[in-house]
């Protein structure tokens, strides 16, 4: 047996609606579930101990109106050993000492007899409660009174937004006031929503904001990209944990949080709000499979799928009908509020099936956005006005603008605001930093009659990403030259994923390929070894007869794709990383 991790989980996750503690073990050949039978057991024994010392969390999370919970998932990884994650949830002020029990327990039933102190563990539970002493209460008050509340090791806070009052464990040395003691007049929640997915998360978010900005909101949001206000920079960086959820529902001048929630932190830390207006679930596809225990589909399904499992009765949960494992996932799972779902394809099986029962939807009819009451439908405005779709070739965007507009209406938003915030969103590169971007670039800045190439950008990295933009690229190419493809990836993909994305970059039907390397994300590969392992693979898929070169970066893989490139011709630049780099070399060469 191998401890591979163990981790607090501080939020709803993939398996509970609560906090908790969460491993992950390997067992090799040994099967999983006499191990998590034995677990489940060392486990129910320290709670029985505790109980009998003062901290009887089965009590206490019943009194919350959430049972405790001691449940596992089992698995089999790539190399087919099995294993499982074992979690136990717990009071959320105690969330340290949780993660002793469950290695504890982990530790008893491999046979290592730890040294295992009740007395001690007790008072060690206790002692964390006191760091954050008075907070509980003030949970349960708050709970009572139907007010979010967030909680971390420095700060309990009640309500969002300019409802928000926060209240420092430092400033309260003796314990947060009592809730008899607090002024609750003026506190309260507020509106947001939370969007994830395999691809089209970002542009999904960065399309909602746009419109509820031009709603009259000021609009905080997260992405990978950083923390954002009023789609100003404020911090830059991967914000889309718990961290930046905090962030942005504890500023006052904030009136409604988008939160994009990647699927590292779902399963890293948990959800960073409890509750949600909207959800959106663009789709789920192979990336990323292998960490924290999630090998398959299904899991990675279910580990988005907490996002609406947070979805208030009264809201909405938005989902992508063209995502295989996101439809069967959603019909299989009781889910707490009505679905929308949403596709540019009007004939999509799951949109004809859900307008024929009177649920809600959108698609494209007519070259329009449409929203459907049932089989009753309402143009909103045509995708030939989204300047992100690119007349509707990007179809990845239509779909990500259908979503945008379907969590926008859900909030409240009409179709007047929904049309203009779409209807701007892309003219300017800023507006969605390395997604779909189309440059004219001179071939010789020196000589303007030597005309230009095209260069798209793109951020598509996976194999559904690399999917979808094969369509644009098609319809770009059309009637001209086959493309000039420039690609890198990172090194955390497995060997076989990287032969897979090799072999993908057959679908853009390419005349040269200029393979490079992404030397920020090595992840422990040596230098060279992804890009010939991409090679390997878009060579092993055709008849090895379309040249391959190689560069450094990307400012060079693109010098090299132009020398093959006359007026007009189209170069494609995928999993744009290197944004400063290619920013200044467009700069120099004149591009625009």
Known sequence: MELVDSRRLTGPNIHATEAGAVAEVRLGDAPAEPFIARWRAAVEEALDGLAARGQDWRRELAAGGHPLIVGARSFVDAEGSAGAQLMLSAPVDRLYVATEVNEWAIAAVAGEDPAFDLDALAERA???????????????????????????DDCLSLGYYAGVRSLRFEDHPEGLPAPGELDWSGLAGGALAVITGTNGKTTTTRMLTRIAKGAGHRVGNTSTDGLFIDERLVDAGDWTGPGGARTLLRDPSVSLAVLEAARGGLLRRGLGVRRCDVSVITNVDRDHLGEYGVFDLEGMAAAKGV??????????????????????????????????????????????????????????????????????????????????????????????????????????????????????????????????????????????????????????????????????????????????????????????????????????????????????????????????????????????????????????????????????????????????????????????
């Open 126 to 152: 206790a002692a964390e409660a006191r760091e954050r002493l008075g907070a509980m209460e003030l949970i349960a008050a708050a709970r009572a009174r139907g007010l979010p509340w967030l909680l971390d």
């Open 307 to 592: 996002i609406a499992h947070a979805t208030l009765g009264g809201g909405r949960i938005v989902l992508g009908a063209d995502s295989e494992a996101l439809v069967a996932w959603a019909r299989r799972t009781a889910l707490p509020a009505p679905v929308v779902w949403f596709s540019p394809a009007l004939d999509n099986p799951v949109l004809v099936e859900h307008r024929a029962r009177g649920g809600t939807s959108w698609s494209v009819r007519g070259g329009a956005l449409t929203r459907f009451e049932g089989e009753v439908g309402e143009a909103v405005m045509p995708v030939a006005d989204i300047p992100a779709c690119f007349g509707g070739r990007a179809r990845h965007n239509v779909a990500n603008a259908l979503a945008a507009a379907a969590a926008a209406t859900a909030l409240g938003m009409g179709p007047e605001a929904v049309a203009a915030g779409l209807r701007d969103f892309g003219r300017r590169p800023e507006d969605n930093p390395g997604r779909a971007h189309l440059w004219s670039v001179p071939l010789d800045p020196e000589r303007p009659e030597a005309g230009a190439a095209r260069l798209l950008v793109d951020f598509a990295h996976n194999d559904a990403g690399l999917s979808a933009l094969a369509e644009l690229v098609a319809g770009l190419s059309e009637g001209g030259a086959a493309p000039v493809i420039c690609f890198g990836m990172a090194g955390d993909r497995s060997d076989a994923d990287l032969l897979l994305l090799g072999a993908a970059l057959r679908r853009y039907q390419p005349r040269v390929v200029v393979l490079r390397e992404q030397t920020e994300y090595l992840r422990g590969r040596a230098a060279g070894e992804v890009p010939e392992q991409l090679a390997a693979g878009f060579r092993g898929a055709g008849d090895g007869e379309t040249p391959i070169e190689f560069a450094a970066d990307e400012p060079s893989s693109v010098d090299r794709a132009l020398a093959h490139c006359g007026d007009g011709d189209l170069v494609v630049l995928l999993v744009h990383t290197e944004r400063a780099a290619l920013r200044e070399w467009l700069s120099r060469r004149g591009a625009r």
